[in-house]
Nanobody, 121 residues
Framework: QVQLVESGGGLAQPGGSANVSCAAS????????MGWYRQAPGKQRELVAK???????NYADSVKGRFTISRHNATNKVYLQMNNLKPEDTAVYYC???????????????WGQGTQVTVSS
């Protein structure tokens, strides 16, 4: 199986910064795309940022210019640096990875357990 374990997050003030990281482990032949989604209370889960193995990135319009996603392929980790935080960034942030477990098999989607980010004064 594959496990995604997030760390970081917590409480930040408006205009402040926070970061979250995620480590993938288990039976992994190759990690394709990795990324971050978030879900605020009463809302659907939405894409925050995604990065391919080759480094192509896309961001949600709401976080462009404020959030930065990066990954380290050698250690199967993905990071999200969040700057100039707003109260509307408050949500549970979920790590996502598209994983090929064995050569020649179809990739599967895996999720972390989520980590809370709260932006409040």
């Amino acid at each position: 199986q594959v496990q995604l374990v997030e760390s970081g997050g917590g409480l930040a003030q408006p205009g402040g910064s926070a970061n979250v990281s995620c480590a993938a482990s288990g039976v992994i032949f190759r990690l394709n795309a990795m990324g971050w989604y978030r879900q605020a209370p009463g809302k659907q889960r939405e894409l925050v940022a995604k990065i391919t193995r080759g480094g192509d990135i896309n961001y949600a319009d709401s976080v462009k210019g404020r959030f930065t996603i990066s990954r380290h392929n050698a250690t199967n980790k993905v990071y999200l640096q969040m700057n100039n935080l707003k109260p509307e960034d408050t949500a549970v942030y979920y790590c996502y990875a598209e994983v090929v477990q064995y050569w020649g098999t179809i990739p599967g989607d895996y999720w972390g357990q989520g980590t809370q980010v709260t932006v409040s004064s």
